[in-house]
DNA sequence: GATCGAAGTATCGTTCAACAATCCAACGAT
DNA sequence: ATCGTTGGATTGTTGAACGATACTTCGATC
């Protein structure tokens, strides 16, 4: 290993700003977890506390708080007397994670007779932000519209709790594109999909939509597994 | 208030036995879990930091390590500067949990089309228990057996993700209970419904199950938000 | 040369004590 | 009765300390 590798070697100096949230944990927390959905450390790697301590500019103890609540969301996973390290998904994670997003989004998706507007519009929002990313390019902001989408499907079931549930599964979900090191552009052709499945809701056919979707999720889940297999 | 009321004055010297799981503060979460669904500290109460730390003989760092797992489960609250408090679930809660619920319970039965067989019986044995408690009028028993049913009528998805989440939509539902001070006796009448669901289920008819398990928990919804009402 | 075992080191797990920040209740003035 | 003010209590956060555990390094033995 080189003196200084971008991930491990980040002693540079000053604590990051933090965003306003009410306790200095949940800052950490919040934070850390973007930095993990963006693949800033890759999966696997052990998160040292010394050197997360100095890098947010908290003490050990706030820095566990928030390791707690990161490992309870699986975006790390704990070993004890070991630490933390960035979380490892595996096949049956995959498998695992895909049936979860089958009974979250497509009973969504069907139960949508009657959907709020304001919801469908959410739906639809997400695909055009796709859409504009993927002409530009941009393929960090097409990815975030992607995951966007799949969140705003599972908002359709009207549930706080349901939600919050979805983000999380989508999070983790986007360790897995790290653990393949997917090239950024690995959505682009989902788009579509998307496109197909909000203009079918929007007509008032969310069975149709709902078929879209499940074939929309088992291409993916495929092709998904078998890029780890190879990679394995 | 009387001197003591047994469950704010609970100063009663020596630290309680911590079962053996990982890292202390894991140990006083799954305590305090317990203790939180069992209705030991009452909806709306705070939690001292000090009193808890002398009553698990854990460090205040430690606490509150297994404060932040509780209150991402939404057993508990925080509240800045003036430290956690035992959730109180509204009307809108009881909503929520309620769509959760369907989410969750409703496709995983129907697509039970081809269960595997321990999973059915993980349903049945639900079953057989409750209503063996209901016989020896043993309430506490019966409404474990009732919230075990719902968790393996779940687990037919088959996600491990999916059990963890159902499982903090139960514990959060028993919070309800306690807020209405439900009688202990008031699943009883559930437990028929219960049984009509497995045998329906073990009989290859899992859309029929379903429908059973709708009306369950419209019933059930019903029954809870006029109780809290009532009270209100 | 490989395997196994024994110090040594680094890191985690947990506690403790301290201080600042904030809330809350009691009090007094208008 | 309403509104500041004040003082006490509790939380938020830090820093240091020490035991416990895992990893590494280094020999010793086969």
Redo the contacts with the bound molecule.
């Keep these: 290993m080189t003196a200084t590798d971008a991930r491990t070697a980040r002693p540079t100096g000053r604590p990051r700003p933090l965003p306003p949230l009410?306790?200095?944990?949940?800052?950490v927390a919040e934070l850390l977890r973007e930095s993990l959905i963006d693949g800033v450390y890759p999966p696997g790697q052990?998160?040292?506390?010394?050197r997360l301590?100095e890098e947010?500019?908290?003490?050990?103890?706030?820095?566990?708080?928030a390791?707690r609540l990161l490992v309870r969301e699986r975006l790390l996973v704990?070993?004890?007397?070991?630490?933390?390290f960035v979380g490892l998904p595996t096949s049956e994670d995959v498998c695992d994670l895909f049936k979860a997003r089958r009974t979250l989004e497509l009973p969504a998706l069907r139960g949508a007779v009657d959907p709020g507007p304001d919801a469908v519009r959410l739906v639809g929002s997400a695909v055009d932000e796709g859409e504009a990313a993927r002409e530009r390019r941009d393929w960090w902001r097409m990815g975030t519209a992607n995951m966007r989408f799949h969140q705003a499907v599972a908002e359709l079931a009207g549930s706080a709790r349901v939600n919050e549930f979805m983000s999380q599964v989508l999070a983790e979900t986007r360790l897995v594109f790290h653990v393949m090191d997917a090239p950024r552009e690995f959505h682009a052709p989902y788009l579509d999909w998307n496109r197909r499945i909000h203009t079918l809701l929007a007509s008032g056919d969310p069975a149709g939509a709902a078929e879209e979707l499940e074939a929309y999720l088992a291409a993916s889940e495929r092709q998904l597994l078998t890029a780890m297999e190879e990679r394995a």
């Design positions: 009410p306790t200095q944990a949940e800052r052990r998160l040292s506390e010394e301590c947010f500019g908290v003490s050990r103890n706030t820095l566990r708080e390791f704990h070993q004890m007397h070991r630490g933390v």
